[in-house]
């Protein structure tokens, strides 16, 4: 089949936030331990971080890291994961129904986030606890010295404040399961007077408010419109969240729900723009996508594990193993976030070891890239610049819950810096090749840098300790005429460099 992918220089989306690619650490499961900081590995560092965990989170290049939780936040409190370790108390985690021994805390994470390069989105507990903690961690945080709080920071061994810029207030809710679960008001008014007072002792801070939890929520629209009218002052970000899955084992359909998404930042964002219209406001709301990724494979063990074993340490929660057709929408969900980059400033793929997570580990083994690891890999390292508008033309089908459904999906940076126009695709097909002839309208293509495809394997293939081959390959191309002429193979995921030159 053939399709057509055109850009223009001039037609720009945005530049690219860079934290786009960003992913998040919760005290879930193995996330933490055994995951990122496990002191009994072989790779383990003085401090107890897994250098192999290290090694694979520094390929993905993340710039921005959500931490401590999720629904883990709600009942947390920060000050048990600081001072010495052997003085750290043990507390029931209800969110998850584990136990928290608290050896791994704040400044751990801090430390660790510095050996990873990357920023960090710091959540407070809107759940049990309110506006006094939240100014507490703040101050014990960023406040340089001279109060209590500050100096037992520098007595703990953090001589230099923390310097974090973005929080999020609260953890998804909007949540009937959420510990401390709100109204839309209850959760808008403890938002705006928590932000307020945060924003006494560090102004220079960013705020992320909850958005619902996903679009299938019941208060969907009315949790962000009343969120919203309340917090729009104080704000910089709306946050979604959203999981994807393919419990109806439908190929097709599951690689179509990359629209969903689009579908989802589409709705968000007209709701933000009805706030705005109606406050007569010139600032125009952005939005973090804090919690995105497929996540299904795991449930029904984690029902178990629940059950059978609740108030272990550390159990093996939400261990999805990544398939080949998971890595695809993956693929396509990147390229959703980029499409919206205009409005999407942060987003987070959740999780980023073992949790739902693009790294898996072993105790006492190796640490691997599991399939989705890929895509993640290629967009933020290669994603980065300016969005352009991608005007896709391609044969389309419909599925059992999608109609005209592009086979083809491709979104397309130009990087500057590098002279590089970077193409991604994936072809949802799994008979036909599509014959692309990408047309680069302002630029003069010179040569082909790299073409990267995944594809070729069974789309239930999984990577594991001993086999990690469901990766991309390096691809042939047909050339470059007047326009790029490439062929892509069926169900893949593709990444083209083009060194370009402006026309
Ligand atoms: O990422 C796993 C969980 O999913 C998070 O704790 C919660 O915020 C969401 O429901």
């Known amino acids: 089949m053939e399709a057509k992918i055109k850009i223009d220089r001039d037609f720009i989306i945005s530049e690219i ?33 897994r250098k192999d965990v290290i ?7 993340v710039p921005i890291i959500r931490y401590p939780g999720g629904n883990f936040v709600s009942s947390y409190k920060w000050e048990d994961g600081i001072g010495p370790k052997e003085k750290r108390p043990k507390r029931l985690d209800l969110a998850w129904k584990t136990i928290e021994d608290n050896s791994f805390g704040l400044h751990e994470f801090m430390e660790w986030s510095k050996k990873v390069n990357a920023e960090v989105n710091m959540a407070v507990n809107l759940g049990t606890r309110g506006i006094q903690e939240a100014c507490d961690i703040l101050e014990y945080c960023n406040h340089k010295e001279g109060t209590y709080l500050s100096d037992l920071r520098k007595q703990n061994g953090a001589k230099d404040p923390f310097g974090i810029k973005t929080w999020c207030l609260g953890n998804e809710m909007d949540g009937p399961w959420q510990i ?3 109204t839309s008001y209850e959760y808008g008014r403890l938002a705006r007077e928590t932000a307020r007072a945060m924003k006494a002792i560090d102004p220079n801070l960013e705020f992320v408010v909850c958005g619902s939890s996903n679009s299938s929520m019941p208060t969907f629209v009315s949790w962000e419109a009343e969120v919203l009218d309340i917090t729009y002052d104080e704000a910089n970000y709306l946050s979604l969240h959203h999981y994807f899955d393919n419990l109806d084992n ?3 359909d599951y690689l179509a729900k990359s629209i969903m998404m689009d579908k989802f930042i589409d709705s968000v964002i007209s709701i933000a723009d009805y706030v705005k219209a109606k406050k007569r406001s010139s600032k125009t709301m952005m939005l973090s996508f804090d919690e995105w990724n497929v996540w299904f494979h795991s449930k029904s063990q984690d029902n178990e594990i629940n059950e059978k074993t609740p108030w272990s340490k550390a159990p093996r929660l939400l261990e999805d193993i990544y398939t080949f057709e998971d890595a695809l929408l993956v693929g396509s969900l990147i390229m959703s976030l980029l499409r919206h980059s205009d409005r999407v400033k942060i987003a987070c793929l959740a999780q980023l070891v073992n949790v739902i997570a693009p790294i898996f580990t072993e105790p006492n083994g190796k640490a691997w890239a599991q399939t989705i690891f890929y895509p993640s890999m290629q967009a933020s390292n290669n994603g980065r610049g300016i969005a352009l508008r991608t005007e896709v033309k391609s044969p389309k089908y419909d599925s059992k819950n999608f109609n005209d459904v592009p086979y083809l999906d491709s979104m397309v940076i130009y990087n ?8 991604f695709a994936v072809n949802r097909s799994d008979t036909e090749v599509i014959d692309a002839e990408i047309e680069l309208g302002g ?16 789309i239930k293939a999984v990577n594991s300790s001993e086999d990690d081959s ?4 390096e691809c042939t191309y047909i050339g470059i005429y007047e326009n790029v002429l490439v062929k892509f193979p069926p169900l893949s995921w593709n990444m083209i460099r083009i060194s370009v030159d402006k026309n």
């Open 17 to 49: 936030d860079k934290r786009i690619y960003g992913s998040f650490i919760e005290h879930l499961g193995r996330a933490v331990y055994g995951g990122i900081y496990d002191p009994t590995h072989s790779t383990a560092d003085e401090n107890g971080f």
């Open 55 to 61: 090694d694979l989170v520094n390929q993905l290049n």
């Open 180 to 182: 401390g679960h709100k």
């Open 250 to 252: 439908d190929l097709s």
């Open 416 to 423: 500057e810096e590098k002279k590089e126009i970077v193409v």
């Open 443 to 458: 630029f003069k293509a010179n040569k082909i840098i790299e073409f990267s495809t995944m594809t070729g394997f069974d």
């Open 470 to 473: 469901v990766k991309p390959c």
